[in-house]
């Protein structure tokens, strides 16, 4: 059955990206615009709740309250506080800064698996440290005795890790891999060990290439709690179009729903039921898809 | 130093071929030079590296304070006490005689002021310093709250009695500020626009209305960033190629020649006729022929 979507706000200067569900209403960023905003679906409003974000992306929710953003324009993760604050976090691999951290997401020990692709536009202010050479999936994690933030290496076979999301049972990493530039742009699946490393990938989808030029492959997933893989992947320059994919954990595409605006970027499931789907756009909407007829996996905060 | 003369003032500036001498190297973002008369050392920051630190001539460096805060500009007050504008600590500081570091100014109208780039002292005490977001947002300036609060970029003034109060807030990026030799006047930087405003200082302190005084020319690595008077009331400013030197009508009188990115400068020695210098990476020292306004306790 075609999902219906309505667009529920913008359009913001640039794109969309990272979204959460609070339990009650979904808050996004205007990556661009530097700003993070609400939709509460209840009273129908957008409002701005912090400004100054300088191009946060991916944002993470959990369910004790914590709230964490990409910081695209300073190459860091923060976490942003109840009170207003932010509190930039460890943001150095083995002593080197890292990249342009993208998406996110925290796993029941509270480490943070993050995506660290490069970026075309640079960080903010005068350009100080070098690219790491390769683009990884990170993870940030407290240090057992000083509670520094320290940062490991996961992924080795990625060239421009775009967006991310662990499995129920924290056992499978699903990562989309690859950006316009890229010589893949793929769907993988990691097997997840006892001591959190990464084993070897499956590939569940490869996304193509036509008379057009080469598909735009996965900006955004979420899972349901199924545990299929909602993929926000596609555009309307080359391909079968921007569309919301649903891939089985095997690999299956299960359905594929067009999406009405240009380039699907971050996708979360909302609303009293968390049966629908809200989706940012690569021109600056946030769209809603009410009846999916799915169910999302719960991971951000209860009700508040 | 290659100096280039641009208009016949400049040879009342600088020799054909002044020395320039590196003194420090192996900073990741030098900044803040200040010249202690009394002591007679240098004081300087590594923002990045987190460091109070000073030159003293014929032993080297020392450090004064690590981890700092990732401070910025740095002046003395007329007790020769270091005055410092805290950057991505988010406060004005005073350096204390016994090691201390003592807050002015954290907040404003109950919000968390943001970055503090550069500062000065004026003969009656008063303080102002440039106010800027960017000690919260570039990557290795992290403090403990990256949040920026205040919705403008500018310049605040601090009186004796602490009370802080807006100059200007209509900067895109304030950055480097000096007063003129008699005090009438006040130049502004901003960084993202490279140009130097000028403001005629009002009798009670404050700011009168500011027009632009000089924009930065040449294409060569450089920002506005800091800036310095002389004592004719020339104006020192960072920029393309290195420092910029403009006589009080907003002609350009010539460009010295420095290697890597100049951040900021200060005159020193017993004759105010020293220039030292820092970039990104190191501090230099040269020699020039119309002494600075003398910094500190007099």
Redesign the interface.
């Known amino acids: 059955m075609a999902w219906e979507f309505e667009c529920v706000a913008g359009p913001f200067n640039g794109p969309t990206g990272g979204l959460v569900w609070d339990g009650k209403t979904i808050v996004f960023a205007a990556v661009l615009e530097s700003r993070l905003l609400r939709y509460d679906p209840g009273g129908g409003g957008v409002e701005e709740i912090?400004?100054?974000t300088?191009r946060i992306n991916g944002l993470a929710l959990t369910p004790d309250g914590r709230f964490y953003g990409c910081q695209e324009?300073?190459?860091?993760i923060?976490e942003?506080n109840a009170d207003?604050?932010?509190?930039?976090l460890g943001?150095t691999l083995d002593g080197q800064?890292i990249n342009f951290p993208s998406d996110l997401t925290v796993d029941r020990t509270s480490r943070i698996w993050f995506t660290d692709p490069y970026h075309h536009l640079p960080?903010?202010?005068?350009q100080?440290?070098p690219n790491l050479p390769h683009a990884s999936v990170l993870r940030l994690s407290r240090h057992h005795v000083t509670h520094d933030w320290i940062i490991e290496r996961l992924t080795f076979d990625t060239a421009a890790p775009r967006c991310l999301a662990l499995s129920a049972d924290e056992r499978t990493l699903y990562v989309g891999e690859g950006d316009a530039l890229s010589e893949a742009r793929e769907l993988r699946a990691y097997p997840v060990d006892a001591t959190g490393r990464l084993g070897s990938p499956r590939l569940l989808h490869s996304f193509g290439r036509d008379h057009r030029g080469t598909q735009r492959g996965a900006e955004g997933l979420c899972l349901d709690a199924d545990g299929n893989i909602i993929v926000c992947a596609g555009s309307d320059q080359a391909g079968p179009g921007s569309l919301i994919y649903i891939v089985s954990p095997a690999g299956r595409i299960l359905e594929t729903q067009a999406f009405p605006d240009n380039c699907p970027m971050r996708c979360t499931f909302g609303g009293k039921g968390l049966d629908e789907l809200y989706v940012t756009s690569g021109t600056g909407h946030l769209w809603r898809a009410r009846q999916t007829g799915r169910v999302g996996l719960s991971a951000g905060k209860p009700a508040a | 130093m290659q100096v280039e003369f641009l208009a016949p003032g400049m040879r009342d500036v600088a020799d054909p071929d002044p020395p320039l001498i590196e003194i420090v190297r192996g900073l990741i973002f030098g900044e803040g030079p200040v010249w202690d008369r009394n002591q007679k050392w240098l004081y300087f920051v590594d923002i990045i590296g987190d460091k109070v630190l000073k030159w003293i001539p014929g032993i080297g460096v020392e450090t004064v304070l690590a981890p700092s805060g990732h401070l910025n500009g740095m002046t003395l007050d007329h007790q020769g006490r270091l005055i410092i504008a805290g950057w991505s600590s988010r406060n004005v500081w005073r350096l204390e005689e016994d090691g201390s570091l003592v807050s002015l100014a954290s907040h404003y109208e109950g919000k968390k002021i943001s970055s503090p780039n550069d500062i000065v002292v004026k003969s009656d005490g008063t303080i102002y310093w440039t106010e800027m977001q960017n000690g919260l947002l570039i990557p290795g300036m992290e403090g403990n709250d990256c949040q920026r609060y205040l919705d403008w970029q500018g310049v605040f003034r601090m009186t004796a009695d602490g009370a802080l109060t807006p100059m200007v807030t209509d900067f895109a990026g304030s950055n480097g500020l000096a007063f003129s030799p008699d005090e009438k006047r006040m130049y502004v930087n901003d960084t993202p626009r490279a140009h130097i405003r000028v403001f005629d200082m009002r009798s009670d302190g404050s700011f009168g209305e500011g027009r632009l005084f000089y924009t930065l020319q040449g294409d060569e690595p450089g920002h506005a960033d800091g800036m310095k008077v002389d004592a004719q009331g020339n104006v020192y400013c960072t920029g393309p190629v290195g420092v910029h030197v403009i006589a009080p009508d907003g002609t350009l009188l010539g460009r010295m020649h420095v290697p890597g990115v100049c951040t900021n400068m200060a005159w020193g020695d017993d004759d105010w006729r020293t220039l030292y210098v820092t970039t990104r990476n190191c501090v230099f020292r040269t020699r020039l022929k119309i002494p600075g306004i003398p910094v500190g306790a007099v």
């Open positions: 912090r400004r100054f300088n324009g300073s190459r860091r923060i942003m207003g604050s932010a509190a930039p943001a800064r960080s903010h202010g005068p100080i440290f």
